[in-house]
């Protein structure tokens, strides 16, 4: 139950794309498509963003995308705007109905 | 509207006890799988538990194995987690949230409630 491994900061310039990664294990992210994406704002509650690898709950801007290679999920937004300022947490099933959470990525739009 | 609403939180000593609810309101509650999430102060989340719609089925994350449980009243709508024998380790705001109907993330949060173990 080790967590996932993310970026600890990303950055990019209004209307750039930036991508998050998120590397677990064939135990986990390698062994599911069972791999979530949340975006966290200072003193708020997490907002699930993708959820099964790359499907985007309704009202999450298509901007958002998500996708997955072997043992590393991604999270790519485009035409980043000034409100995207967050913190990402990647989450995966790891099986016997266990989660694991990765240790987040603070994305700063310059 | 979905609402998770956590209360029971506070200031407890090294080795105490507490029990955290989450009110639950704007779905049918006994249909959904239901977790409690963590976040330790400037930290990441961590799972901690998991509950089936009937209750007949929980899991928890190792180290809280033997000192935390959760439940649920169907009734009520309500979801618990009793934490006994507590660290400092265990200081976090403890969320309440949701899986939906097709069980592969957490959809709905609730807004936590703070844990501080300290002497």
């Known amino acids: 139950q080790s967590a996932l491994t993310q970026p600890r900061s990303v950055s990019g310039s209004p209307g750039q794309s930036v991508t998050i990664s998120c590397t677990g294990t064939?135990?986990?992210?390698?062994?599911?498509?069972?791999v979530s994406w949340y975006q966290q704002h200072p003193g708020k509650a997490p907002k699930l963003m993708i959820y099964d690898v790359s499907k985007r709950p309704s009202g999450v801007p298509d901007r958002f995308s998500g996708s997955k290679s072997g043992n590393t999920a991604s999270l790519i937004i485009s035409g980043l705007q000034a409100e995207d300022e967050a913190d990402y947490y990647c989450c995966s099933y790891a099986g016997n109905y266990i989660w694991v959470f990765g240790g987040g990525t603070k994305l700063t739009v310059l | 509207e979905v609402q998770l609403v956590e209360s029971g939180g506070g200031l407890v000593q090294p080795g105490g006890s507490l029990r955290l609810s989450c009110a639950a309101s704007?779905?049918?509650?006994?249909?959904?799988?239901m977790s409690w999430v963590r976040q330790a102060p400037g930290k990441g989340l961590e799972w901690v538990a998991n509950?089936?719609?009937?209750?007949?089925?929980?899991y928890y994350v190792d180290s809280v194995k033997g000192r935390f449980t959760i439940s649920r009243d169907n009734a009520q709508n309500s979801l618990y987690l009793q934490v006994n024998s507590l660290r400092a380790e265990d200081t976090a705001v403890y969320y309440c949230?949701?899986?939906?109907?097709?069980?592969?993330?957490?959809?709905?949060w609730g807004q936590g409630t703070l844990v501080t173990v300290a002497s």
């Open positions: 509950i089936k719609q009937d209750g007949s089925e929980k």
């Open positions: 704007g779905f049918t509650f006994s249909s959904y799988w």
């Open positions: 064939s135990s986990d992210v390698g062994g599911y498509t069972y």
């Open positions: 949230a949701r899986h939906p109907d097709y069980g592969t993330s957490f959809d709905y």
